[in-house]
């Protein structure tokens, strides 16, 4: 059974492109552009895995990923970050993050982070 992906990232560019690495070895299951989409969507579809954004609009990766642990403590989340945001990553993997891929996104990177988290 693929593995079910939820995509979370305010860049509709960023999440094309993570569809294209992810398509034809994983199910994507939904793709939300804030923290309060990303939560409402887990609830909904209940993927095997969160790829989150950081950054976001209205409630940022960190807060999200928190919320979605609390109610779902066996949820795993990779974190999306850019170069540069070590405190947030460090905060991330704090909140209970299995790992993070660096922007832009490399297939191999992305396939990598996943494989360690699932």
């Known amino acids: 059974?693929?593995?079910?992906?939820l995509i979370a990232d305010d860049s509709e560019f960023m999440r094309n492109l993570l569809r294209e690495i992810?398509?034809?070895?994983?199910?994507?299951?939904g793709e939300a552009e804030n923290g309060v989409e990303a939560v409402n969507m887990y609830e909904e579809h209940g993927p095997d895995l969160v790829m989150m954004d950081i950054v976001m609009p209205?409630?940022?990766g960190i807060e999200a990923t928190t919320e979605i642990l609390e109610e779902n403590p066996g949820a795993t989340v990779i974190m999306c970050t850019s170069v540069g945001q070590e405190e947030k990553m460090k905060a991330a993997i704090k909140?209970?993050?299995?790992?993070y891929i660096t922007k832009p996104f490399q297939k191999p990177n992305v396939l990598d982070a996943i494989g360690s988290a699932v």
């Open 22 to 29: 992810l398509e034809g070895e994983f199910e994507i299951v």
């Open 58 to 60: 209205i409630r940022d």
């Open 95 to 99: 909140a209970g993050a299995e790992g």
């Open 1 to 5: 059974m693929a593995t079910r992906v």
